[in-house]
């Protein structure tokens, strides 16, 4: 509304009285603030719900890790599903893994005046996103805890999840059990390895620090760190796998070999179902994760301005592969909404 008041050279209230038909508005501010929404590129109609929202673009930013993953590009979804239920366009941006790339992104988009930005942190530190917050630009972090700032984050129970896989596994009489993560340090890795410790502390079981592997980005490096541990002297029994992409290499690996192998693997797969040999995966509801951030962050767009909010996404242990049988129930909850 301000730029076009700036433009129309009238105040703000004025444009607020002409959007709103009073009839008592000069037909000359009539005529000059709808000649500036035109140059400007507003429309009339979306001039008068912006103004009812107290909002300047109708749009949101989502700054996610790789939309090359399938469960970044499905949580995108479910979160453009809620933003056009608020007549709202969403931006995507991916940073690639990269903290330079994330905050370049985050602070282009809110120079872009996006309403408010839902982010997949990569970086170690989000004080810079203090400034934006403080100038209006409500965020909510997903999947990891934002560093340095307190906001409205939305999380998957890592810790529980990865306790009740490794869980199934140890029941299953495996007690040599390989982990394959990516970045140690990053928040979601870090928690499921601590999930997987305490299970293994609660069965009375030492962790073998040779079998835990990390590093691995890509599929193809998953199914490298297997064939490593397979081929060494005392290989292990089960593999506790970090993420969707660390799952199917080590299937791929595994299927390759014809090796009777378990596997837990953590994230639900769309195509789990085309997998050669049974795998259990810790399951969640990508919707409701995407949901419910995209939710909060609509609350904050509508004037919310309540302490932040940190709330936990439930896990479940489910069979897939071609093999498997129907879908097994869970075996941990959850922490629930925190």
Known sequence: MRDVAQAAGVSVMTVSRVINN?????????????????QLG?????????????RETATIGLVTED????????LAREIEQVA???DTLLITGSSEEDP???????????????????????????????????????????????????????LIDNVGGAAAGTERLIARGHRRIAVIGYEQDLYTIAERTRGFRAAMEAAGLEVDESLLRFGAFTTEQAAAEAAALL?????????????????VGVVEELDRRRAEVDIVGFDDIDFGKFLP?????????VEQFGRRAAEMLFRRIRGYRGRPQTSIIRTNLITRGRRASSPAPAVRAGAGEG
């Open 100 to 154: 330079a790339r994330e905050q370049e992104l985050i602070v282009e988009l809110c120079h872009r005046r996006v309403d408010g930005l839902i982010v997949v942190p990569t970086a170690s530190n989000h004080v810079f996103c203090r400034t934006e917050i403080d100038l209006g630009t409500p965020m909510v972090f997903l999947d990891r805890k934002p560093e340095g700032i307190e906001a409205d984050t939305v």
């Open 22 to 38: 009073e009839p008592t508005v000069h037909p000359d501010y009539i005529d000059r603030v709808l000649k500036a929404a035109v």
């Open 277 to 285: 040999m049974p795998v259990t995966l810790i399951g969640y509801s």
């Open 67 to 74: 939309l090359r993953n399938p469960f970044y590009s499905q």
């Open 231 to 247: 081929d060494g002297p005392n290989p292990p029994t089960g593999f506790f796998c970090c993420n969707n992409r660390m799952t």
């Open 42 to 54: 507003f429309r009339r109609n979306n001039l008068a719900r912006d103004l009812r929202a107290g």
């Open 84 to 86: 056009r239920s608020h």
